[in-house]
């Protein structure tokens, strides 16, 4: 990260991280985290959601049923990453992702602030 001393602000903190959040369906989950692997994406968090897109979940087919509840279980996954491997990550998310079906999920990138590695205070994109 860099800090510039420029006017008005003591530090402007210039971000080098995205975070990078996936909704995919449950099943795809290891091909995924496969496909970052492959990547060089080291680390990430993966929690149980449940949504619904546009079309509210209705017309989905869930383990070989079709919901009629509003919200389909799905699987988020969060990463954090370098810029500079903000488009390789999207990508192979699409790529292990996409069966070309409804509900297939979405990918939403931010910008982050700050990490830092707890055990050795690493700052930075040098923590991710
Ligand atoms: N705008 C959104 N904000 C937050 N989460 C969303 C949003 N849209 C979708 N999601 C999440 O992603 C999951 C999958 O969405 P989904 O792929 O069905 O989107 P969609 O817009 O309906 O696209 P498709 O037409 O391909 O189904 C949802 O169940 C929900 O958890
Ligand atoms: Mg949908």
Redesign the pocket.
Known sequence: MKRCSQAPFKYLEITHMKKIEA?IKPFKLEEVKDALHEVGIEGMTVSE?K?????K?HTEIYRGSEYTVDF?P?IKIELVVSDTKVNEATAAIIKAAKTGK?????IFVSEITEAIRIRTEEKGDSAV
């Open positions: 909704v959601v949504g619904f897109g546009r079309q979940g389909l799905k409804i509900g297939d999920g979405k």
